[in-house]
């Protein structure tokens, strides 16, 4: 059985985005931009992130990942087996 929210919400959110915003969006919308007025960073591919760094991290990201793959599968072949 389904919960009533698991229904409601998604129906009002469908709502709101379909009819909703389309008409008080251009109420709001100045003061969304008051509050976002930055522009994203864009990374060129020439910078301090790139290169040795970024790939130490990546080693080390994927290293982290090996360990606790195999920590989980030592923990797995521990188990008692009937």
């Keep these: 059985m389904v919960c009533i929210p698991c229904i409601v919400i998604p129906v009002l959110l469908w709502v709101y985005k379909r009819f909703l915003e389309p008409i008080i969006y251009p109420f709001i919308s100045p003061f969304i931009s008051r509050f ?3 522009k994203a960073v864009q990374e060129t591919g020439t910078g301090a992130g790139t290169g040795a760094g970024s790939a130490t991290c990546k ?3 994927n290293g982290n990942a ?3 793959a195999a920590n989980g599968s030592a ?3 521990d188990k008692k087996k009937d």
């Design 36 to 38: 976002w007025t930055k």
């Design 66 to 68: 090996n360990v606790s």
């Design 59 to 61: 080693a080390e990201c």
């Design 75 to 77: 923990t797995a072949s």
